[in-house]
């Protein structure tokens, strides 16, 4: 269906802005940062944490003595007891534990209260996310001092926790330094606190400004010369802050100006009926903003207390009788976000005409960011790729919308979902002077990173699973035809001021440029269409072409259903399969050269004792020597390297490669068995890290996201069953069922990869919440810890004789485990969905790291072959060696173009339209490696089979990769269907 009513003229501003919301639902955060243009001689900003971005212990305590009837300053005389010998200085400088310090806080709060005082409870309270969440207002005022080149410091008096982690509940990403007490073993108001923290900042003192709610800190700050506020309110302190700095701190909302005159509202009438709408408790002045954007329905930013919404109305005056529909605007919102389509959550439709004299809708607001200009300036190529890209996948989810079930069988008409994407592509045609939305016909896509129309095109299609259409004109002389009539409505309301832009003059005058261009795609359908009709003598020139200036050779690897002219040399370049580290781009080549430097001084020297600590009695309790290497590669920038671009596009969590570049990097990480760990790439970790960064929520990102991005843990993905053959997940038998607020969880898995490792701490487990449901809508997916009553490893299942410790394959039941509902992934029967999302990427990793075991191999064999003699000959002169060599390099050639030609197509065109080449990697990757590892080991005679050489394990994991990631006969059988569907 084609619900394309709901763009009208803003539509690509609005699908761009639905691809940032997709973003942000992932939790990104914009890259963007800007020179410092405030007042004053300040550098930077340090704040302190409790009292400050977070409530101070003091405050916490008061409400909790209140709650639980302990005597009023009982924690907060325990607290200062003993001064600087005292257990609360002890454990802020990390002296003591956390359980040696409440043992004797309990002791203290006890004598000074007389009565038993449950500490526990209390540090419970004020380490829980309930209680430690930063102050808006200071998350606010941190964005705008960075946002105008000025540095944030935290410089925090805390402690460390049970789990070895310092108690700091922020985003450290907010702060270019951090100084933690537990951590330096000195606490404030101690001045060498300060002199670090200011070291680090690389600043002299008269350059900062602190910011502490305790008086001896402020004081000892001002001692040194930095200038400090005093925080007893959090908003007089940003007042203050504000006037030392010279610039606000609040969060300035974009595109928005005060409302137009010929625009305005009763603002009397709809406060009343949003604080009937929100609820009595809702206080504070209504703040009102135009939107300063859109040609259509005007739109409002609205701010009451601490709700921010947006408002859409109906134009003033008369309006034709479809035109201008809020309440088709709203009902389609709703539908989609049911759906989930990207879209903000819609909350009421007023069609009382007397609130504000038209019908009008609400919406919450979503922070974001506009693009009004296509070519995306200020961004980098592939941040401009992403977003076309989000863009594309964003429309092509709407037209997966189901409409029936989400109650719009009635709506419109149905069907040319290509209107829509040929509306998106409108820029491509238009001049970048032109007034109303700037084109890109005269700007080189290729130097932009910016998908070409034909490109944009394929892709949709491609990712829709159907062929490119050959009426191609016909949908482009549609969209303009359709702006050309919008416009000319446009500007009629202009002339009687009903217009929602200031802009909206203009537009008359661009009626008559779009109807032009609209005729120009309608002549070159018709030339199509007249071709195709029979004639008595050929025509001598096709006018089968693409419309426009620009042209896109075919992609390689995909399959090309229409004629496309031959590329030019401007383009040749586009979108390049790079088949060699050389081709990199320079900061990729250069990460790619510090690892292989890596690879060759730390990992493969470490080999002999990472293998004999494997084959010890401590195998199953992780190696020290793999832990150093971690940490030596993350302070040489080599850490989380997997997350793709697509996924990552801010680089918010790893190193934004694309597909094809980090094909290169794992295929190098493939050269030892024990390097992907180290660099923190290694599954199943990889599939649930991008997992949870796809699908998770905020809370389920901070609790088990960071310290897998850290490393601090290890993780396991539940699905495989011995009862049923799980290479079909749909098969899968575990149940989940919801009981009194919780979900309880009865199964039996088997081949849990790294479940038995004591760093574990996370099960991802699929199993069935709805066995009535449609076949791919009965899974769930729920995180579960570790330590959860009733999961029970039987047994560790070997591989060959191999049992892969620490992390091992278990064999597990899962007997009556009982998780809080916020446990769910996306939410109930969206298992088989997450499956396939986490098998993105993650799909190639194997087939990338088995390419580096090939080449492994073949370079042992080959040293192998020239030092050994045998029949009086040295080996690499027998016929039959050589003959291996090279069918070993052939093969090993042919496997990485292909597994380079899938991740391109994953990095061109998304995960499910390169489905076919996936599947294909799956079937070649693995048997080739078998094949070329076992001449290798027929090289070294038994010397191959022992643990003395890495070939053996690399013989077991290419075998065993023939089922890890479904069997070969899957994927054969996926590759044969797709091959039949393109090809009859």
């Known amino acids: 269906m084609c619900i394309r009513r709901l763009f009208r003229s803003s539509h690509l501003q609005w699908a761009w802005r639905a691809a940032f ?85 309990r002791r203290l709060c006890s004598e000074i209260s007389n009565t038993s005082v449950p500490v526990d409870n209390f540090f419970s309270l004020l380490t829980s996310e309930q209680v430690a969440k930063q102050f808006p207002v200071m998350t606010e005022a941190i964005i705008q001092i960075r946002a105008k080149g000025l540095q944030t410091a935290v410089l925090s008096n805390n402690f460390y926790l049970s789990n070895g982690k310092s108690f700091l509940p922020l985003d450290r990403k907010q702060f270019d330094v951090v100084v933690e007490s537990c951590v330096e073993g000195v606490c404030k108001p101690d001045h060498r606190i300060y002199k670090l923290c200011l070291e680090r900042l690389g600043l002299q003192p008269s350059e900062s400004i602190f910011l502490d709610d305790l008086g001896q800190n402020v004081k000892a700050a001002a001692s040194l010369g930095m200038r400090t506020v005093k925080v007893n309110d959090p908003e007089a302190a940003i007042k203050e802050l504000e006037t030392l700095l010279g610039f606000t701190l609040r969060t300035v909302i974009p595109n928005t100006r005060p409302v137009r005159r010929t625009m305005e509202i009763p603002k009397d009438s709809l406060e009343k009926y949003l604080k009937d709408l929100l609820g009595t408790q809702t206080t504070g002045l209504l703040e009102l903003l135009q939107f300063d954007h859109g040609q ?32 088709r605007e709203f009902r389609i919102m709703k539908a989609l976000a049911s759906a989930g389509v990207p879209v903000p959550k819609v909350l009421d439709l007023c069609e009382d005409s007397r609130v504000i004299g038209t019908p009008f809708y609400l ?40 409409f029936k079930a989400v109650g719009l069988e009635d709506y419109g008409k149905h069907g040319d979902p290509l209107s829509d994407v040929a509306y998106s592509c409108m820029a491509h045609y238009l001049p970048p002077s032109f007034p109303i939305l700037r084109g890109l016909s005269d700007c080189d896509l290729t130097q932009l990173g910016i998908p070409t129309a034909e490109e944009y095109f394929r892709m949709y299609c491609l990712h829709m699973g159907i062929p ?27 002339l009687t001021g009903q217009a929602s832009s200031a802009t909206a003059e203009q537009s008359g005058k661009m009626t008559e440029f779009m109807s032009n261009l609209a005729w120009e795609f309608a002549v070159k359908e018709g030339f199509r269409i007249f071709k195709e009709m029979p004639a008595t003598k050929p025509l001598t020139r096709s006018y089968h072409t693409w419309a426009g200036p620009r042209s896109l050779p075919s992609t390689p690897g995909t399959r090309s ?71 030596k590669a993350k302070a040489k920038g080599l850490w989380n390297l997997f997350l793709p671009l697509e996924t990552d596009p801010e680089r918010k969590y790893g190193a934004g490669l ?106 991802v487990f699929m199993g069935k919440t709805d066995p009535h449901a449609p076949r791919h809508q009965q899974q769930s997916v729920l995180l579960v810890p570790m330590d959860t009553p009733g999961i029970k490893v039987i047994r560790p299942l070997t591989v060959y004789g191999l049992d892969d410790a620490p992390g091992g394959h278990g064999e597990v039941l899962f007997e009556q485990v009982r998780v809080p509902k916020e446990s769910m992934v996306l939410g109930p029967g969206r298992g088989f969905e997450i499956a396939q999302g986490r098998l993105g990427p993650g799909r190639i990793h194997h087939c990338m790291r088995l390419i580096g075991h090939s080449e492994r191999a073949l370079a042992l064999m080959k040293a192998r072959v020239k030092s050994r003699v045998a029949f ?71 010397a191959g089979l022992s643990g003395d050489y890495p070939l053996a394990q690399f013989f077991a994991w290419a075998r065993a990769l023939r089922f890890a990631d479904g069997p070969d006969e899957v994927h054969r059988a996926a590759v044969a269907k797709m091959e039949l569907k393109n090809r009859i």
Request: aromatic fraction near 10%.
């Open 21 to 105: 919301l997709k973003h942000k639902q992932c939790g990104h955060q914009g890259p963007w940062r800007w020179t410092h243009s405030g007042g004053g001689p300040y550098r930077a900003v340090i704040f302190d944490m409790g009292g400050v971005l977070i409530p101070s212990p003091g405050k916490v305590a008061a409400e909790w003595e209140a709650q639980n009837n302990i005597p009023s300053g009982t924690i907060l005389k325990a607290l200062i007891t003993g001064g600087e010998n005292g257990p609360w200085l002890k454990f802020m400088r990390g002296e003591i534990t956390k359980e040696d310090f409440l043992q004797e806080f």
């Open 296 to 327: 259509s329905n005007p739109t409002y930013y609205i701010k009451l207390a601490d709700h921010q919404l947006v408002l859409r109305k109906k134009p003033p005056g008369t309006c034709l009788p479809s035109a201008h529909a809020v309440e």
């Open 363 to 402: 919406m919450e607001y979503c922070p974001g960011l506009i693009y009004k200009d296509p070519s995306l300036p200020g961004l980098e190529p592939s941040q401009r790729r992403a977003i076309y890209a989000a863009m594309n996948r964003v429309l092509c989810k709407i037209h997966s919308v189901d």
């Open 468 to 494: 490119p259409t050959e009426n191609w004109n016909f949908y482009m002389a549609f969209s303009f035809f359709r702006v050309a009539a919008i416009l000319q409505g446009v500007y009629r309301r202009s």
């Open 561 to 631: 259903y229409i004629p496309l002219p031959e590329p030019s040399s401007a383009h040749a370049s586009k979108g390049a399969l790079v088949i060699s580290p050389e081709g990199l781009s320079p900061p990729v080549r250069e990460l790619y050269q510090r690892l292989k430097q890596f690879m060759d001084q730390y990992v493969y020297p470490a080999e002999p004792e990472l293998q004999r600590h494997q084959a010890s009695a401590e195998r199953w309790t992780p190696s020290p020597l793999v832990e150093d290497l971690k940490e």
């Open 658 to 763: 694309t597909n094809v570049e980090y094909a290169h990097l794992c295929e190098l990480m493939g050269m030892s068995l024990y390097a992907p760990e180290i660099f923190n790439c290694s599954a199943p970790d990889t599939g649930n890290m991008e997992l949870l960064v796809r699908y998770g929520t905020k809370e389920q990102k901070a609790r088990w996201l960071t310290p897998l991005l850290e490393g601090k843990a290890r993780s396991c993905f539940a699905m495989t069953e011995p009862q049923v053959a799980s290479s079909d997940a749909t098969n899968i038998e575990s149940s989940i069922r919801e009981e009194d607020g919780f979900y309880v969880i009865n199964g039996h898995k088997w081949w849990i990869s790294g479940i038995l490792d004591p760093r574990c701490q996370l099960c």
């Open 872 to 942: 009086g000959k040295p080996l690499v002169e027998q016929g039959t060696l050589l003959a291996d060599i090279a069918q070993s390099r052939v093969e090993i050639e042919q496997a990485r173009l292909l597994v380079l030609k899938a991740a391109h197509l994953m990095d061109v065109v998304g995960n499910k339209a390169a489905a076919l080449d996936i599947a294909m990697i799956k079937m070649v990757a693995p048997s080739m490696a078998y094949r070329v590892i076992d001449r290798a080991i027929q090289a070294f005679g038994a």
